[in-house]
T-cell receptor
Framework: AQTVTQSQPEMSVQEAETVTLSCTYD???????LFWYKQPPSRQMILVIR??????QNATENRFSVNFQKAAKSFSLKISDSQLGDTAMYFC????????????FGGGTRLMVKP | DGGITQSPKYLFRKEGQNVTLSCEQN?????MYWYRQDPGQGLRLIYY???????QKGDIAEGYSVSREKKESFPLTVTSAQKNPTAFYLC????????????????FGPGTRLTVT
C-alpha cells in the first residue's frame, strides 16, 4: 500500500511571494503518477498539476511547478507570484499505473495568501 | 457542459435513517469513486467502480453501500450502521484511455455535506 505525507498542516505567504508545499510518498511501484489538487473554500476539488514518474522533466502549469525527486520520493509544489485566489487546501495524491486510476491522498496543507 | 453533479448540496437526517447521496456524470467516464472528507483532513475512499454492475470496497466501506446500474450514475447510501456519518462526501470519475488505466486525473463533483443528528 502507498502512503502520502504532507508535513505542513498550515502555511501562509504574502501576496506576490513564492511558496513551496512539501509532499513525500512511499511506494514500491516503479511507474506511477503524482498529482496536486486544490480545494478552495467552495470545497470544489480542482486539479493543479500532474506528473508522470517516468518523465524526468518537472511539470509546470503557469505559476505552478513541481520539484519531483523520484529517488527521494518527494513531490513538492511551488507557487510563484501568489495570489489571493490561491488560498485553499492543497492535496498531494499518488496514483499507481494501470490500477483503475485510484488515488491515495495526503492529509493536506492549508495555504493562506495574505494581502 | 460536461461534468459531475451531486445532489443535494446539504442534507440533514435523523440518526437511524438511511440516506442516499446522488452522483451523476456525463463525461462518459468508466470509473467512479466515493470519498469521505472530515474537517481539516484528507479524502478517504469509500467505494469505487470501474465498470457498470461492478464495484469494490475502499478503505472505509463499513456502513455504506453503492450501486452502479448505469455508467453515468453511482449513488451512495449511508446506512444506519455507519457510526459517525456526519461528513462531507465527494464523488469523482475518471476515464480509461484506449483500454488502459493510464493515469488520467479524477474529476470531482461539488460534494454533499451530510449532517446526522
Amino acid at each position: 500500500a502507498q502512503t502520502v505525507t504532507q508535513s505542513q498542516p498550515e502555511m501562509s505567504v504574502q501576496e506576490a511571494e513564492t511558496v513551496t508545499l512539501s509532499c513525500t510518498y512511499d511506494t514500491s511501484e516503479s511507474n506511477y503518477y503524482l498529482f496536486w489538487y486544490k480545494q478552495p473554500p467552495s470545497r470544489q476539488m480542482i486539479l493543479v498539476i500532474r506528473q508522470e514518474a517516468y518523465k524526468q522533466q518537472n511539470a509546470t502549469e503557469n505559476r505552478f511547478s513541481v520539484n519531483f525527486q523520484k529517488a527521494a520520493k518527494s513531490f513538492s509544489l511551488k507557487i510563484s507570484d501568489s495570489q489571493l485566489g490561491d488560498t485553499a487546501m492543497y492535496f498531494c495524491a499518488f496514483m499507481p499505473n494501470n490500477a483503475g486510476n485510484m488515488l491515495t491522498f495526503g492529509g493536506g496543507t492549508r495555504l493562506m495568501v495574505k494581502p | 457542459d460536461g461534468g459531475i453533479t451531486q445532489s443535494p448540496k446539504y442534507l440533514f437526517r435523523k440518526e437511524g435513517q438511511n440516506v442516499t447521496l446522488s452522483c451523476e456524470q456525463n463525461l462518459n467516464h468508466d470509473a467512479m469513486y466515493w470519498y469521505r472528507q472530515d474537517p481539516g483532513q484528507g479524502l478517504r475512499l469509500i467505494y469505487y467502480s470501474q465498470i457498470v454492475n461492478d464495484f469494490q470496497k475502499g478503505d472505509i466501506a463499513e456502513g455504506y453501500s453503492v450501486s452502479r446500474e448505469k455508467k453515468e450514475s453511482f449513488p451512495l447510501t449511508v446506512t444506519s450502521a455507519q457510526k459517525n456519518p456526519t461528513a462531507f462526501y465527494l464523488c469523482a470519475s475518471s476515464r480509461r484511455t484506449s483500454g488502459r488505466w493510464g493515469g488520467d486525473e479524477q474529476y470531482f463533483g461539488p460534494g454533499t455535506r451530510l449532517t446526522v443528528t
